[in-house]
């Protein structure tokens, strides 16, 4: 079946660094998303893509949809505490593929 | 906004119990879906459900079953509930034409001892 490779697994990064995260996959998506989960709570939606080669900025947040199709990443810039969380890329065809998530952690 | 909510927050039973886990969508959204999360293992489908009395498998569907009499509503049940399926259960929404866009409720722990 369909997986996506999300790395990397868990990040500990100072206060105001840039972050990076990606996904890759064998497989070619129509979509790409970009969710990030608070703790205790549920994901929340932060930048959709639809277009191979899109680039797309939420804030401090920009994702890319890769030409290939087969991958994501999501750049945060100046990060700050409450950046803490679970970032997640979806992947959207015929069905809808999660990643296993990236852990971010920022000290203050 | 959409508002997608879910029963409990936190929810503890004993094996062998019968479980219910509901979630209410204010969207009239017609796609639900319910995910479990679990470390290590990420989102992983359960059963989704794209129109009412309507319910198809996910990833993992074995232990649980689904029901949707109403539009807003789709329920989760354990039959029998196991200590292997003490999880975080989360229940999202899309409408048929952003389907790709889901929108979470703020998930359901449960403990099963």
């Known amino acids: 079946g369909q997986q996506l490779n999300q790395s990397p697994q868990s990040m500990f990064i100072q206060e105001g660094e840039d972050v990076s995260m990606n996904c890759t996959s064998s497989?070619?998506?129509?979509?790409w998303l970009w969710y990030k989960q608070d703790p205790g709570e549920g994901p929340v939606l932060l930048i959709a893509l639809y277009k191979a080669g899109e680039l797309t900025s939420n804030g401090r947040l920009t994702a890319q949809f890769g030409i290939t199709r087969k991958d994501s990443f999501l750049n945060i810039s100046a990060s700050i505490p409450s950046d803490v969380g679970i970032y997640f890329c979806k992947g959207g065809s015929e069905k809808l593929v999660f990643g296993k998530g990236t852990k971010l952690t920022v000290n203050p | 906004d959409v508002k997608v909510t879910q029963s409990s927050r936190y929810l503890v039973k004993r094996t062998g119990e019968k479980v219910f886990l509901e979630c209410v969508q204010d969207?009239?959204?017609?796609?639900m879906f319910w995910y479990r999360q679990d470390p290590g293992l990420g989102l992983r489908l359960i059963y989704f459900?794209?129109?009412?009395?309507?319910?198809e498998k996910g990833d993992i569907p074995e232990g649980y079953s689904v029901s949707r009499e109403k539009k807003e509503r789709f329920s989760l049940i354990l039959e029998s509930a196991s200590t292997n399926q003490t999880s975080m259960y989360l229940c999202?929404?899309?409408?048929?034409?952003?389907?790709?866009?889901?929108?979470f409720g703020p998930g359901t722990r449960l403990t099963v001892t």
């Open positions: 969207m009239d959204h017609e796609n």
């Open positions: 999202a929404s899309t409408s048929g034409l952003d389907a790709y866009e889901q929108y």
């Open positions: 497989s070619i998506f129509n979509t």
């Open positions: 459900s794209y129109d009412v009395k309507m319910k």
